[in-house]
């Protein structure tokens, strides 16, 4: 077989499981700020960014031109993740094979690589992680060849992918520091590492002003506050099965006996350069993990640490392609890429484990104003016990949170509940429905002037419509809720954040 084949295979393999059926999905909460700023003019979004995200803004200008191209919809925004995506399983492959300089080893790499259920997942959102993964692993693959060879072209090479990691995402620091320390340490007498690595030190000093202005808004700020030992614990299982799956435990248990297995083949089996490769990029993610979990640890979360996916993968690859272990190694290859697949079918067929379609929200909404509406009356929408702008004002034109007390010409209010179901609930960051609050609609809501007219459910969404015989003016303290949350266990529901409440939001033209 020719020597490229089987990487095109692997490559084509990650590529159909990255794309496969991608607009099913719809925007999430983090998603919907990348749409609205691609949706403003080029000069209006960079000037947005600094309010309303926390990384560069390298991602965003690629999305806003490729979104002039193939539009704003789910499957053609997503997209462009799933190709950075499949895009960076290639490169990993080029940067394994310099690295340990096995090829059996690259391939097993490239197989991990295609198959990794958090891959596939950071490549179907619409946001920057899935490109910091791929310039991480440029950067990776230009470290190998200046380590070996510190010319000033080379090194030119692995300063310019730093960069762009950079731009791309704050946490690109991760990779980039243990190499850049690594490169110093082996090729301190050469003057091309110096001016490389102030190459890398200028594009820093230049980020430093819009990450400090970011940190300023507080929009990381929910990360200190949860809990980082829970944090720290889901690392592990998020690398190796992704953020949802049936058999959760039992698969858990088989992939970390399998990482066990390829850690003991590493030591015992590995000879020469692929040990020293292996050890070295394992190495590499060892120091970038405890840059994060140190310094860090204000906004320590799984998914920044996706730079470092690749290098402890590499590690692994070298144990399972050891020479004398061939037939355990292809086994233990195959077992996990298996349970990679089985992790991604699981969410590609089981909509709680998906991040939550609003367009449904929204077309059950119907068009406002309705008929015999005038274009004057206004209808609330309460999303229950979820607090925030949540991503319906992108399939809802005219949709705005409600800022002010009382609002006029009201003639309908529908409340929406995010219906509880098992794995509904609890710290989940990650965009699937776990992260809602669960609770139930109440039979009625004694609202002044409003009575029930419709009652529906929209997969795990329940909506409750109340209307009024004619334009009323209304107090959003007058628009009650239920007194009692349970969760679904049937125990009282206690918000874990003080300040939590309904987003109120209200469409009116």
Known sequence: MLP?????????????LRFFYIGHQGFWYDESYTVFLVKHGSGTMLGLIPQLESTPPLYYLITWAWARIFGFSPAALKSLSALFGTLTIPVAYAATRKLLESRRAALILTALVACNPLLIWYSQETRAYELMVLTCALTLWAFAYALEDPRPKLMALWALACAVALVTHYYAVIAVVPEAVWLLYRHRRARAVYGALAAVAATGFALLPLALTQNRTGNNSWIANSSYLLRLRQVPGLFLLG???????????????????????VVREARGRERRGAFLAGGLAL???????????NTFLGRNLLPLLLPAAIFLAAGLGAARRRLLG??????????????????????????????????????????????????IIVVQYNPGILPLDLYLPDLRYAKQSTLRRITEIDVVAA?????????????????????????????????????????????????AKRPMTVRLR???VPVRRRAPDGRLYVPTHAQLHDAMLVQQA
């Open 4 to 16: 490229r084949v089987p990487v095109v295979l692997l490559t084509a393999l990650g590529a159909f």
């Open 243 to 265: 953020p949802q799956t049936h058999l959760h435990t039992l698969l858990e248990l088989l992939a970390l006996a399998t990482v066990a297995l390829a850690s003991v083949l």
């Open 287 to 297: 120091a970038g993990f405890l840059i994060a979990a140190g310094p860090g640890y």
């Open 330 to 379: 292809l086994g233990a290859t195959a077992l996990l890429c298996a349970i990679g697949v089985t992790a991604v079918l699981s969410v590609d067929t089981t909509y709680a484990f998906q991040r939550p379609n609003w367009a449904l929200v929204a077309a059950a909404f119907g068009r406002w104003p309705a008929a015999g509406q005038s274009r004057r009356d206004g209808r």
């Open 419 to 467: 219906l509880p179901h098992s794995g509904l609930g609890g710290f989940c960051w990650w965009g699937s429905e776990c992260n809602l609050v669960p609770s139930r609609l109440d039979r009625h809501y004694k609202t002044p002037g409003f009575h029930v007219v419709a009652r529906r459910r929209v997969h795990n969404f329940g909506i409750l419509e109340l209307r």
């Open 478 to 480: 007058q628009v009650a």
